[in-house]
């Protein structure tokens, strides 16, 4: 187990590497020059050299490099025309914004992350469970209602559904109020209130796709040999289906349910749009729009690092699912 999980972490160490260098490289490949984003219209040829001399853009391309990952790790000097000391991890200076990249993805995350994972634990028990159930009542009125269920959510668009949704119960009903987030900590009534049209948007969408693999996955876990000599040899359903054959339709649930998350946690534009909530997603769309690319490159590298992580997780629970992972 020791070695997989080495494997595991050494592959996303070597991935987190890659993107950081294309990131970084593609802030020079983009037309815009960062020094004339930051600095006034009335910039002379004298102060735009300045100011590009303290951002270390004369320096060679490697040792920009190097002072970048630097920054991350211990923090750096930034100059006076970016604030001076930038404290690790230290992401850029962002001139639309006139701050460290780093205080505005503190202030976005918490955002994403409120959004996404009480979404996730909601798709997953509704779209699990649903699909499991459907299986075992195959051709009930519970199956083709499942079934229906699927196709509708698979069928719908996010925008629309949000769009529905606020229609219906913030603006004709009154029931939730407008959209946005507060602090867990601060209110969490309030945090719930304002983010559950989000939660229930995301979660009707994705359940019904995880529903619909929940249930072809169980369907063909119950024909297999192991499961008809667990029911031979008399054991109760509630073991036959929990321990035997839920386990093994599980795995492929996992994989999509990790690389969902993961790319869930990079941003979720459209949910944020939809319902008027600035998080990563919004953050990044307006940093492309802008031409604010310390805080793109940031964006991408903690877009990468989620969708890392995720599959890094995804890897250690196969592991513990599946016994047999561990000697690939």
Not at 224 to 234: L, N, Q, S, W
Not at 272 to 298: H, K, N, W, Y
């Amino acid at each position: 187990m020791t070695r997989f999980l080495v494997r595991r972490l050494l592959s996303a160490v070597i991935t987190l590497f890659a993107v950081s260098v294309l990131s970084f490289l593609m802030f020079f490949a983009l037309p815009r020059d960062p020094v004339s984003g930051m600095c006034p219209k009335n910039c002379n040829a004298e102060r735009l050299e300045r100011v590009r001399d303290e951002l270390g853009l004369n320096d060679p391309l490697v040792q920009q490099y190097a002072n970048y990952m630097k920054g991350i790790v211990t923090g750096r000097d930034l100059g006076s025309a970016q604030g001076g000391r930038c404290d690790a991890p230290c992401l850029g200076w962002s001139y639309v914004n006139n701050e460290a990249v780093t205080d505005t993805l503190v202030r976005v995350l918490p955002v994403t992350l409120s959004i996404v994972f009480p979404a996730a634990i909601l798709w997953l028990l509704v779209g699990v469970g649903l699909g499991m159930v459907s299986a075992l009542r195959r051709g009930t009125w519970l199956d083709k209602a499942a079934i229906g269920f699927s196709l509708t959510g698979a069928s719908l668009q996010l925008y629309f559904v949000g769009a529905v949704l606020l229609l219906i119960f913030t603006y004709s009903l009154r029931i939730t109020p407008v959209p946005g987030y507060t602090s867990i900590f601060e209110n969490p009534l309030k945090w719930a209130s304002g983010l559950v049209l989000a939660w229930v948007s995301l979660a009707f969408l994705f359940s019904a796709i995880y529903a619909r693999l929940s249930r072809a996955q169980m369907l063909e876990t119950l024909s297999e040999d192991f499961v008809r000599t667990a029911r031979a040899k008399g054991l109760p359903k509630r073991t036959v289906y929990g321990r035997h054959a839920l386990r093994a339709a599980i795995t492929p649930v996992v994989t999509i349910a990790g690389l969902d998350v993961g790319s869930a946690l990079g941003g979720t534009v459209i949910t944020e749009t939809t319902f008027g909530i600035q998080g990563l997603g919004r953050t990044a769309v307006d940093a492309v729009r802008s031409g604010d690319l310390p805080t793109i490159m940031a964006t991408v590298l903690i877009s990468a690092v989620f969708i890392v992580l995720a599959n890094v997780i995804v890897d250690l629970l196969y592991a513990a699912i599946d016994p047999r992972v561990r000697l690939r």
